[in-house]
């Protein structure tokens, strides 16, 4: 499925994945997976078929809700509780897909953040959600009814099979005959339709599959947190992943992981700063952008095939 050198560094990051917990705290490795499954989902859409959304914070929070209240009020399972939140999602990505997809730049992401914005407000007044609070203390059972998730090292590697799981199938996409078309959309979407493609049917498919992973990891990440709340599908989450993609690498494998470590690590350690926080990472953003034009992990492929010419 991976070719060789990507292989390599796929299966060196997943040694280093197995032995983290002994050596940073769980839960933060947990968020850091949740996140980069959520840039990876993003990442597909805007890095490989050209289209930039403003409102995936819908599809993450929206499924965070779901598997939450799934979990804790229908006494559901947490594998359960997971693949509803990921269901919700793909149907929030069909109905969204169906009214932007036909849209292209600026006017794509306004529809998309217009479409979340709703999702919010929904989030706000309906009774489920908990409203300001949120759904809180969302139980952890046992997963698959063999597996103790209440202790943090245990779930970590649950956490982690999910990211692998969501990672493979985006790379799947993108080196199969379906991801091919996508990046023939996204280089010159007048000709993929001379070629007699169904551009929109592709971008709505796209769209959906998308949507359904970043579901996943919000899904994912409630049970983490054991917490729903409105930060899930606030404007600002869906501008986190943007920075998280673009930090990273956007239209690279990695480079989504990349961005959502340094991100995710940038808010942990950089929290004791108060107020002055958001000060140092605009600085630090403004740094990267203007050092790692296409991104960390960009530069780093640019950089190797200099040097290789």
């Not at 059972?141 to 999910?162: E, H, M, P, Q, S």
Request: hydrophobic letters at 60%.
């Amino acid at each position: 499925m991976l070719k060789n050198r990507e292989t390599q560094v796929f299966l060196a990051l997943l040694a280093v994945a197995l032995v983290a917990p002994s050596l940073v705290y769980p839960v933060f490795l947990m968020k850091v997976l949740c996140f980069a499954l959520f840039a990876c989902a993003f990442n597909l859409l805007i890095g490989y078929v050209g289209l930039l959304s403003f409102g995936h914070a819908m599809f993450f929070g929206g499924a965070a809700y779901i598997s939450g209240y799934t979990v804790k009020a229908w006494g559901f399972p947490p594998e359960a509780g997971i693949l509803a939140g990921t269901a919700v999602a793909a149907l929030l990505g069909l109905i969204a897909g169906l009214i932007a997809i036909r849209r292209q730049g600026i006017y794509f992401a306004m529809v998309t953040l217009a479409l979340s914005q709703m999702v919010f407000f929904f989030c706000l007044q309906a009774k489920f959600t908990g409203g300001e609070d949120g759904i809180q203390a969302i139980p952890r059972r046992a997963f698959l009814g063999l597996i103790d998730i209440k202790n943090d090292f245990t779930f970590y590697y649950v956490v982690l099979a999910i990211f692998v799981f969501g990672f493979l199938v985006v790379y799947r996409t993108i080196n199969s005959p379906f991801g091919q078309v996508l990046k023939a959309i996204r280089e010159n979407e007048p000709r993929a339709v001379s070629l007699g493609y169904r551009v929109d049917q592709y971008k709505l498919l796209a769209f959906v599959l998308s949507a359904a992973l970043a579901g996943m990891a919000g899904a994912t990440k409630a049970l983490v947190f054991q917490l729903a709340s409105l930060t899930d599908v606030t404007w600002q989450m869906s501008g986190e992943v943007v920075l998280m993609t673009l930090v990273g690498g956007m239209g690279t494998i990695l480079g989504p992981v990349i961005g959502a470590a340094v991100i995710i690590t940038m808010q942990n350690y950089l929290a004791g700063f108060g107020e002055w926080v958001l000060v140092t990472q605009g600085a630090i953003f403004v740094i990267v952008v203007m050092a790692f034009r296409r991104g960390i992990v960009g530069e780093l492929i640019a950089w190797w095939q200099k040097k290789k010419a």
